[in-house]
């Protein structure tokens, strides 16, 4: 049983994790095989886990989340100076990493070798204590640098993994595959609510362009396939779901909007083969997901976000507060529901603050609902864009660009984003140095080059001037 909780747990005991040489692991020998190496590492421990698509990440993690050891989720290929500012910042207590990667980690000890990776322990004291509800750390803002987390506990895990098998109508009978980085929110809901009703998750690093990703589908009879928009454009592009996948029962989408030309497609295509279709709408803060279009209602109510995941409340608010009853009418999107994240942290001091949101998230997303109770979302609030399915702060990369010497200004949307420079010179620069902090690739960096960035009386960048 978990440490901190009493309640139903995360893992069922016949989920399988299988590797990419073939092999079963059980979430029942995956905890006995963790004794070894866990027994070394104390409840309440602090732990960046740098994350990959295989079997020793999600044996870490599993290990970790059923011992109360508090792992943070960072992708392992990530800028080291990225990671470097997380380590100053959350002093963390181990670093799982690729044996590979050990070498850069200066002020950490040498510990256990799990095959291909390296447990290495601080060679500092633990300088806070942490929250006996925190039971993982998710980066809010894809990985731009931001040492902002989300607070999440095992009780935000189990919620949203037990409500995402039930509107999934996942059984033990299901596999899926890991199409999404397991750092990634979306990712990691996958790996739960498979795992939450006994199913098996598939581990791999291959992506879905890679022939061998499709050979070990077709092996492993994976049931389910999930991604972010740009997943579904490169599926349609390359007509990668032409091929024999006899396995194949449903495709699920979030991590953005995808836009109706691609739902229609893929709703044509699900059809003919008696494929189920389901598109979702989540955030990091509320574990995953929270909301799903029930795939009847796909085309007729095409561009909506549906109706809460179940357990879960949405509700429109105005600028003061108060609850909008009228349909059509648009306002801040505010979820309610047992999967709202604890709150946030921004330094290693706030990892022992309790519960601050009471199951109540303000999305920051403008919406409205219809007569038949559907949401569909208009904009956001807040300035952020998601890139292939990362949450970009786009004040966050202006900030950046100026620690380089490049005054900006960042707007766009999603997969698309848009940097205004002064100077013709720096426009390989920018996109050189932005494709490495965020991973992505220089195709959905578009530079403007302008005279001048228009600013109001107080310095303020005036976005909208930005066309003129």
């Known amino acids: 049983m978990h440490i901190l909780s009493n309640k139903e747990g995360l893992f069922n005991p ?16 995956i905890l006995i095989d963790g004794d070894i190496l866990f027994s070394k590492i104390s409840s309440g421990s602090l732990v ?22 508090v792992p943070i989720m960072v992708d392992a290929e990530s800028d080291p100076s990225l990671v470097n500012v997380l380590i100053l910042e959350y002093n963390p207590d181990y670093i799982f990493t690729p044996s590979s990667k050990e070498a850069q980690f200066e ?18 004291e633990s300088s806070a204590s942490l929250n006996s509800e925190l039971a993982l750390l998710l ?17 935000n895990l189990v919620s949203n993994a037990s409500s995402i098998s039930e509107y999934l109508e996942l059984d033990s009978r299901e596999v899926a595959i890991s199409s999404l980085p397991m ?19 598939l581990m791999t690093t291959e992506s879905i362009t890679q022939r061998r990703f499709w050979e070990l589908f077709n092996k492993f009879k994976v049931s389910s396939l999930s991604g972010v928009p740009y997943t579904f454009e490169i599926l349609k592009k390359f007509r990668l779901l032409d091929a024999d996948l006899p396995s194949l029962k449903a495709l699920n989408q979030a991590g953005g909007k995808l836009s109706n030309e691609l739902i229609e497609h893929f709703v044509q295509f699900t059809s003919k083969k008696s494929i189920r279709f389901c598109v979702m709408y989540g955030q990091t803060e509320g574990t995953a997901r929270l909301s799903y279009l029930p795939p009847q209602y796909t085309m007729e109510k095409i561009g909506s976000i549906g109706k809460p995941i179940p357990n879960g409340e949405f509700c429109i608010i105005d600028e003061i507060g108060n609850k909008i009853e009228q349909s059509g009418t648009s306002g801040e999107l505010v979820y309610t529901g047992p999967n709202v994240m604890l709150g946030y942290a921004e330094c290693k001091a706030d990892l022992a603050r309790g519960n601050e949101n009471y199951g109540r998230l303000h999305t920051g997303d403008i919406a409205f609902f219809d007569d038949d109770g559907f949401y569909f979302i208009i904009g956001r609030i807040k300035r952020f864009i998601k890139l292939f399915g990362n949450r970009v702060n786009l004040d966050e990369l202006e900030r950046l660009l100026l620690d380089i010497e490049i005054q900006s200004a960042c707007t ?12 013709p010179e720096d426009n ?41």
Do not use: M, W
């Open 107 to 124: 002020n950490y000890l040498f510990g256990d070798n799990l095959k291909n990776y390296t447990l290495l322990k601080s060679n500092q």
């Open 139 to 155: 980066s809010t803002s894809g990985t731009t640098g931001s040492p902002k987390l989300v607070r999440l506990s095992y009780n």
């Open 48 to 69: 960046i886990l740098l994350c990959q698509n295989q079997y020793e990440s999600v044996f870490f993690y599993i290990n970790a989340i059923e011992r109360g050891v």
């Open 14 to 29: 016949q989920g399988t994790i299988i590797d990419e040489n073939g092999q079963f692991h059980q979430i029942q020998q």
């Open 428 to 468: 390989n620069l920018v996109k050189e140095f932005l494709t490495k902090k965020l991973g992505i690739h220089f195709s959905v960096i578009d530079i403007r080059i302008i005279a001048e960035i228009p600013r109001n009386a107080s310095g303020k960048t005036l976005y909208s001037k930005l066309l003129d």
């Open 412 to 423: 766009g949307k999603d997969n698309d984003l848009v940097i205004y420079i002064l100077k």
């Open 183 to 201: 750092n990634y929110s979306f990712g990691l809901s996958i790996i739960n609510s498979h795992l939450f009703v006994g199913g098996s998750v």
